[in-house]
């Protein structure tokens, strides 16, 4: 049924992630987008003037050093985006196997890809690994087999040693989120190990 490749479809403007640990890789497909979300929204609207919106640059999430997505503010939730806000994506599209028996994505596996996205975000942020000291998943409604699932996560702080993130989910396939399909929300502490 759903663990066929061929139901892997990821919406517009996701691409595959073919750089990934073997965990990672094991539990995929997993897809990527980095790019303006404001230019992206206005292409989508048939707005014109407002230039391209490229969001594969990169192979991957973290080859665009230095990009902060921040966290969301409410003119964002309303559907309101700043034309020059850059974001990074990750999106899985929920197969039988990452599930339990009731057809609900399983727990451990939003908290693996919770983990996914802020080391992402570090990364990004930083440039610098890092390993997760302590993570902490709040989980606030059911995604299922065959939903689309994606995130993003930013850096709230960071020290010499120490780095502070948060990052959070939702099912759907629009590119602005939506409150109200959240699937959780996480923050973490993680140890730079260089």
Same mark, same amino acid.
């Given at each position: 049924?759903? $663990?066929?490749?061929? &139901? @892997?479809?990821?919406?517009?403007?996701? !691409?595959?992630?073919?750089?990934?640990?073997?965990?990672?890789?094991?539990?995929?497909? /997993?897809?990527? /987008?980095?790019?303006?979300?404001?230019?992206?929204?206005?292409?989508?609207?048939?707005? @014109?003037?407002?230039?391209?919106?490229?969001? &594969?640059?990169?192979?991957?999430?973290? *080859?665009?050093?230095?990009?902060?997505?921040?966290?969301?503010? @409410?003119?964002?939730?309303?559907?309101?985006?700043?034309? $020059?806000?850059?974001?990074?994506?990750?999106?899985?599209?929920?197969?039988?196997? &990452?599930?339990?028996?009731?057809?609900?994505?399983?727990?451990?596996?939003?908290?693996?890809?919770? @983990?996914?996205?802020?080391?992402?975000?570090?990364?990004?942020?930083?440039?610098?690994? +890092?390993?997760?000291?302590?993570?902490?998943?709040?989980?606030?409604?059911?995604?299922?087999?065959? $939903? /689309?699932?994606?995130?993003?996560?930013?850096?709230?702080?960071?020290?010499?040693?120490?780095?502070?993130?948060?990052?959070?989910? /939702?099912?759907?396939?629009?590119?602005?989120? $939506?409150?109200?399909?959240?699937?959780? +929300?996480?923050? *973490?502490?993680? !140890?730079?190990?260089?």
């Amino acid at each position: 049924m759903l $663990d066929d490749p061929s &139901h @892997d479809k990821a919406p517009f403007p996701f !691409k595959l992630s073919t750089r990934r640990g073997p965990f990672t890789t094991h539990n995929g497909p /997993w897809y990527h /987008w980095v790019g303006n979300l404001g230019a992206l929204v206005a292409e989508q609207s048939g707005a @014109d003037g407002i230039g391209n919106a490229d969001g &594969h640059a990169g192979d991957e999430p973290a *080859a665009d050093l230095g990009l902060s997505t921040g966290p969301q503010s @409410d003119a964002q939730s309303d559907q309101t985006v700043s034309r $020059d806000e850059t974001v990074f994506r990750q999106g899985v599209r929920l197969r039988e196997r &990452h599930c339990n028996s009731r057809g609900h994505a399983h727990g451990g596996f939003l908290s693996a890809f919770a @983990d996914g996205l802020l080391a992402t975000a570090i990364f990004r942020e930083t440039g610098r690994p +890092s390993v997760t000291i302590r993570l902490t998943t709040d989980f606030l409604r059911v995604a299922r087999v065959g $939903d /689309w699932m994606q995130g993003t996560a930013y850096v709230e702080r960071a020290t010499r040693s120490l780095v502070f993130v948060e990052a959070r989910a /939702w099912i759907g396939e629009a590119v602005i989120e $939506d409150a109200d399909t959240q699937v959780f +929300s996480a923050r *973490a502490v993680f !140890k730079f190990t260089d």
